[in-house]
């Protein structure tokens, strides 16, 4: 069966999980503590750099996100967040490296000051800035008439960017000021998938501490 290394927190491992459950997949949730486990000799022999979320099916073994994604694409095709229309690929993709180029960076200072470990103010200021350049793009990217970022089809954009979205209000960053992206949220938030992953408060307030060990190595 396959395997999937997670934490309930993490927005890497949320983008797969849910995905596994959108796939009505089989599959066996490991619970990462990422005070130690990750450094594991067992762990770094799934991936040397210590990271969420690794797939393991069978003998493969894979880590990287958005590569396990294209591993469960290709391998259960029956139910496709891919579309095949050119244009649809590209902005696809686009969206999923937006997501996880740009708001990593601008998350972890914010994340920082929330959790009061030192970071200057023109970083603050530079994160917030990146946050409302990629929020303004999925509103601009997003239809009023349609569920999804491809109209009515739910793709791996919806999958990546909403499970990467759906934290930033924790951060303090409202949404209020994008209409289009507060409705494909909420849409994304009725479903069993959204719902099942979603991390509950008492899970958010318990990893703070976690959070901020991590963070003052940073
Ligand atoms: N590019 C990687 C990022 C993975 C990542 O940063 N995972 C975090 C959790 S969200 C992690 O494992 N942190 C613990 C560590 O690096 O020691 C991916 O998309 O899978």
Do not use: C
Not at 155 to 178: H, K
């Amino acid at each position: 069966m396959l395997q999937l290394y997670y934490s309930r927190l993490s927005i890497n491992a949320r983008r797969v999980w849910v995905t596994l459950l959108e796939k009505n997949l089989e599959f066996e949730l490991i619970l990462m503590k990422l005070n130690g486990d990750q450094f594991k000799p067992e762990f770094l022999k799934l991936n040397p750099f210590h990271h969420i979320p690794v797939l393991v099916d069978e003998d493969f073994k894979i880590f990287e996100s958005l590569a396990i994604l294209d591993y469960l694409e290709a391998k259960y095709s029956e139910s496709s967040f891919m579309p095949t229309d050119a244009k649809d690929i590209a902005k696809v993709r686009t969206i999923e490296l937006v997501t996880v180029n740009e708001l990593p960076p601008a998350s972890i200072i914010l994340m920082k000051d929330m959790l009061d470990v030192p970071v200057e103010d023109k970083q603050i200021e530079k994160a917030n800035q990146t946050m409302a350049t990629a929020l303004q793009y999925f509103e601009d990217n997003l239809d009023a008439n349609s569920s999804y970022f491809v109209g009515e089809q739910l793709t791996y954009a919806d999958i990546v960017a909403g499970t990467a979205v759906s934290a930033i209000p924790s951060l303090g960053i409202s949404l209020e000021s994008y209409p289009k992206v507060s409705k494909w949220l909420a849409n994304l938030q009725q479903r069993d998938s959204w719902q099942q992953t979603a991390p509950s408060p008492e899970d958010i307030e318990k990893s703070k501490a976690v959070m901020k060990a991590i963070l003052q190595k940073r």
